[in-house]
């Protein structure tokens, strides 16, 4: 059976401000730029990028430690996208750069966990792929 994830979002003022939330966690503030929004919250697009780096990390840390029992001490992943021009101003592509440290990891490694991690355990990764080129590099220290 599938399983059901929710999310509410309110207006919060009269502009575009909405309170989101999931149950059981803290209200986040979503906004967009002045003039349509007053920019007092993430927007829609900076959320994505957030969704698309916290999976692509949870996804390489679970296949670097599960999977192939190695410690990883640090991890970080930076994600940034080029916005199309012309409505609707979607990423035309997004780029993830991967710092990792993960002693007796080699490059190769890492290299089929970032496959594995794009192709099909990440879903948020896996919505967006078809629709939105994505570069992802790394940087392998330990």
């Known amino acids: 059976m599938a399983k059901e994830l929710c999310a509410t979002m309110e207006l ?26 007053d920019g007092q919250g993430y927007t829609s697009l900076e959320l994505l990028l957030i969704s698309m780096g916290s999976c692509l990390g949870t996804g390489i840390k679970a296949i670097v430690e599960g999977r192939m029992k190695k410690p990883v001490r640090a991890l970080s992943v930076r994600a940034s996208g080029t916005r199309r021009e012309a409505h609707p101003t979607s990423f035309e592509s997004v780029r993830l750069a ?25 879903p948020v990764l896996a919505m967006v792929k078809g629709n939105t080129r994505l570069d992802i590099s790394y940087e392998l220290n330990g």
């Open 12 to 37: 919060a003022n009269e502009r575009v401000r909405f309170r989101a939330q999931v149950e059981g966690q803290s209200p986040i503030s979503v906004d967009y730029v002045p003039p349509l929004g």
């Open 98 to 122: 991967l710092r990792l440290d993960a002693p007796g990891l080699e490059p190769a490694e890492l290299e089929g966990a970032i496959r594995a991690a794009e192709g099909n355990v990440c």
